[in-house]
């Protein structure tokens, strides 16, 4: 059974539509976890007092 262009062109823009915000916004979200993480672990490391 074979699908009818139209309706395989229509299908194609609604996934394109959703997986690619979802795709950015997925990494996106852990980009930035893992930037604030390695943040907090700077200002930890600074706020400690140096040995000599």
């Avoid at 996934?15 to 976890?33: A, E, H, K």
């Avoid at 672990?41 to 140096?50: C, D, H, N, T, Y």
Wanted: hydrophobic share 50%; proline share 6%.
């Amino acid at each position: 059974m074979q699908q009818a262009p139209v309706g395989a062109i229509f299908v194609a823009i609604v996934m394109f539509g959703l997986y690619v915000p979802m795709g950015y916004y997925t990494d996106r979200f852990l980009y930035d976890r893992r930037r604030r993480k390695e943040a907090e672990a700077r200002a930890a490391a600074a706020a400690e007092p140096k040995a000599k």
